[in-house]
């Protein structure tokens, strides 16, 4: 019999209600920020509404993983440990940490039993120290996102600990935690969960004399990431785990992207099962809305460098959702003007609409009535024939998904025998309560289908009816009220008894482990002194802490990354040889504040690094 490898659909919560959506649309998991100390500081949630989400997602057998993810102060530390055990006691099911402190802690038992999931701000690209964290009792590392299908599979081959990837949402351009461009701009961390997207503002790309090559584009700017058509490579390659990115998305953009990973997951579970892949969690998810991944915010899309080549990442155009490309102008009037269409598309009042301008600015406006192919904007903009016109908002599209009745129940079978009614969930848990009325049915038909009635309608509770058997030849008679208050009766105690029976994973003995280098600067990002220490029970010397502790990044690398402007402007040094030696000249970014940034090409590991002057 194959061994049973269980597969994990990550979705992000920005708070309760997202996190009740996500699970309702199938996600075997939620990640949601504690009330202080994540990566993104405007999605914390107390204390109270993550027990409320824990409570709910342990009945489906989902779990909540919990962000304490960023770098902290000595004195911030004491605090993260306290909000450790406030976690455990509701039973969260993990934790995603950065902070070596938080490991210098655990290994001196101050942290309780709970796992930890070393988040992908730690940096983890390559097979040494994904096998750190492993030899350290780290239970699962998040991949960074850079990384090809291959070099997956070759880490995968050589670790047991549990690989979690990014499949869908938004792109840093920098090697996460390794930015720290946003902090020298305006002093707002990336790795204290302040990021002020640098990356998604607007550059001059300038040649050594300062002559203009690009002026004022988001040469940082990447594309969304799907990965959608690689779930089945990603899965062979040793992948547990499928996150969503977005816990700054609303509500909607939750649904539709959890239903569309969720559908696609349970296809490739179905054909694949002979190999012993299952799904994580229980439950059937009911719902009659059809998802979209092109309806929900997207800077366009890409697979950024799972098939380990390099292809068109960067959207320079625009760091905002431009949508569908749904037609161009055919013909533009006084107050209203006449689309080409690419299919047979509606537009609707409402629906948001953009163009790029000549200047190359993104320009949107709202449609205000439709009359047949005439359409009335809310503000006529001034736009030509052969403009092409996208749709970035699609308000029946966001109405009907906001109004979609989406549920996830529990199958349950109920057992009704003589003087006792059992219910067993579709895991096996089962609950039974006993009934003394028994006057026996005259007529055993009609009792049996008002039994048979009465549980097969379960209401507004988390379960669905498989089947109703009969284990005695006695049939009792009952009035409907009756019947209906037993089971009610009997799944309460049976949703009890779910939520009593869910134990988390315990975390393993932290231990230190020798680190993959012997020194480090401030790209180790330690900000506190316990994180200085482990890093030295695990032989790497720390030589200077964390910018945002005060060490100066003049003249040193503010972002690493793997996107390469002198290819997105066909400048590549590999392409065009006859120009080789100008394009060997040194390149300058400057922002929109005239501060200017010096660029380096590592052509060897196509890498590009943005240095401080």
């Known amino acids: 019999m194959k061994k049973i490898k269980y597969l994990e659909l990550l979705a992000p919560a920005q708070n309760k209600e997202c996190a009740i959506a996500a699970i309702d649309c199938g996600a075997d998991s939620v990640y949601i920020g504690a009330k202080a100390y994540g990566a993104r500081k405007n999605a914390g949630n107390s204390l109270s509404d993550i027990k409320d989400v824990i409570n709910y997602a342990h009945k489906f057998g989902v779990k909540v993983y919990v962000t304490l993810n960023t770098i902290l102060s000595n004195e911030e530390l004491s605090g993260a440990v306290e909000i450790f055990h406030e976690l455990y006691k509701i039973k969260a099911d993990g934790v995603i940490i950065q902070d070596f402190g938080i490991l210098h802690e655990a290994h001196c038992g101050k942290l309780p039993d709970i796992k930890l999931i070393a988040s992908t701000q730690c940096d983890i690209r390559d097979i040494e120290k994904v096998k750190f964290f492993e030899n350290a009792g780290i239970k699962r590392v998040i991949l960074a996102r850079e990384l090809s299908i291959n070099k997956i599979k070759e880490i995968s081959k050589n670790t047991d600990i549990e690989i979690e990837t990014f499949i869908h949402g938004a792109l840093c351009v920098s090697y996460s935690g390794q930015c720290y461009l946003s902090y020298k701009i305006g002093g707002r961390s990336a790795n204290r969960g302040e990021c002020a997207q640098a990356c998604r503002k607007k550059y001059s790309l300038l040649d050594k004399n300062e002559k203009i090559i690009a002026k004022d584009k988001y040469l940082l700017s990447m594309k969304d990431f799907m990965a959608a058509k690689r779930l089945d490579e990603l899965i062979s390659a040793g992948v547990t785990s499928f996150k969503i990115e977005g816990r700054l998305k609303d509500v909607n953009y939750i649904k539709n992207t959890v239903l569309y990973y969720r559908n696609l997951l349970d296809k490739i579970i179905e054909k694949r099962s002979g190999e012993g892949f299952r799904r994580l969690s229980r439950g059937k998810t009911f719902s009659c809305f059809e998802p979209d991944l092109k309806k929900s915010f997207n800077r366009d899309f890409c697979e950024y460098f799972l098939s380990g080549k390099r292809e068109n990442i960067c959207n320079m155009d625009t760091p905002n959702s431009k949508g569908e490309f749904i037609g161009t102008i055919k013909e533009a009037e006084k107050n209203y003007f006449t689309l080409s269409l690419t299919n047979k598309i509606k537009i609707n009042p409402q629906d948001g609409l953009c163009y790029i301008d000549k200047n190359g600015e993104l320009c949107g406006f709202l449609v205000n009535k439709t009359e047949d192919e005439k359409i009335f904007p809310n503000i006529m903009p001034k736009i030509l024939k052969g403009v092409k016109i996208y749709r970035n908002k699609d308000a029946y599209f966001e109405n009907a998904l906001k109004t979609a009745e989406i549920k996830r129940r529990l199958k349950v079978d109920f057992k ?22 028994k006057e026996e049915a005259e007529n055993i038909d009609n009792a049996k289908k008002s039994w048979i009635n009465s549980f097969n309608k379960t209401g507004n509770s988390i379960f669905y009816t498989g089947q109703v058997e009969f284990l005695s030849d006695k049939i009792y008679f009952l009035p409907i009220s009756r019947l209906n208050e037993l089971r009610r009766e009997v799944l309460e105690k049976l949703s009890q008894k779910i939520i009593e029976n869910y134990t988390p994973e315990a975390q393993e003995k932290i231990k230190p ?5 012997e020194s480090g600067d401030y790209r180790l990002n330690v900000h506190n002194k316990k994180a200085e220490e482990f890093y030295k029970k695990c032989g790497c010397a720390v030589e200077e802490y964390s910018p945002e502790s005060g060490t100066p990044v003049k003249n040193k690398e503010l972002m690493r990354t793997k996107h ?14 006859p120009r080789k030696e100008t394009y060997k000249e040194k390149l300058f970014l400057r922002d929109e504040f005239g501060e200017k940034y010096a660029l380096e090409f590592d052509c060897k590991n196509c890498e590009m690094v943005v240095k401080s002057l």
Do not use: W
């Open 416 to 437: 009704i025998s003589d003087g006792y009614i059992e219910a067993v969930e579709e895991s096996g848990i089962c609950a039974k309560i006993i009934f003394s009325q």
């Open 513 to 517: 482990a020798k680190f993959p280098t």
């Open 564 to 577: 390469c402007i002198r290819h997105a402007l066909n400048m590549c040094l590999k392409n065009n040889p």
